[in-house]
């Protein structure tokens, strides 16, 4: 990455956006008439997929059911195509199953897992291309699909990354950005009450700098959540012409 300008001196970046501004977000629901609901996103370049199957019996081992609340399952996996390196990325390997147990986590914190006791709730995601963000962007398409399936949640969870170029915060990085060495944290936000589901940082940080890294990451996740309010009212409204309502 040595001799790539991130940010230029006219407060630029790479793909031409400032600093707190997101990249565009595309998004669809109801992709899949097989799963119970189904979301489709683009956060910039990055694309993901995103279906929802239950509450449905618990289909895994007996031990595991919880007698109060859903067990939510969550796999993550990246398409081979996805990335400029053409390789195979089996489920079973450590980053995908690190990504799961994060999502896992997230929505643990956001859907309302104990009107479903005795339930499981799965939840898939699949990158179709990365380019930075992409544990937010399969977060966004997850809640996406889970709305879709009629699934009550406190809140939409939103996440965005953010991180620190030139001592200057930047929101919704890029691959270029993400891989420029800096330090970088995702965050799934609660947006109405302020909760945070989760929240990951892969580098050191100097305390002095986290609260201005979360302030960026938290306006952009409030952010993204107008962008997925947009979307739901819009995906009813489709939803109502269509059935006549």
Known sequence: MAGLELLSDQGYRLDGRKATELRKVQARMGVFAQA?????????????????????????????????????NCQ?????????ERKRRP???RKS???SLHLKQTFEAAVLTNLYPRSQIDIYVKILQSDGGNY????????????DAGIPMRDYVCACTAGFVDET??????HAEESGGGTSLALALLPRGGHIALLQMDARLHQDHLETLMEAAMT???????VLDQVVRQH?????????E
């Open 36 to 72: 119970d609901g189904s979301a489709y996103i683009e956060q910039g370049n990055t694309k993901a997929l995103a279906v929802v199957y239950g509450p449905h019996e618990v289909r895994m081992s007996r031990s595991k059911t919880l007698h109060d609340r859903a067990v939510i």
């Open 76 to 84: 993550y996996s990246m398409a081979t195509f996805s990335t400029a």
């Open 91 to 93: 489920h079973g390997d």
């Open 97 to 99: 199953t690190e990504m």
């Open 136 to 147: 937010s962007a399969c977060v966004n398409a997850a809640t996406l699909a889970v709305i």
């Open 169 to 174: 915060p930047l929101a919704d990085l890029c």
């Open 220 to 226: 952009a996740c409030k952010g993204v959540s107008k």
């Open 236 to 244: 009813l409204q489709e939803v109502s012409a269509l059935t006549g």
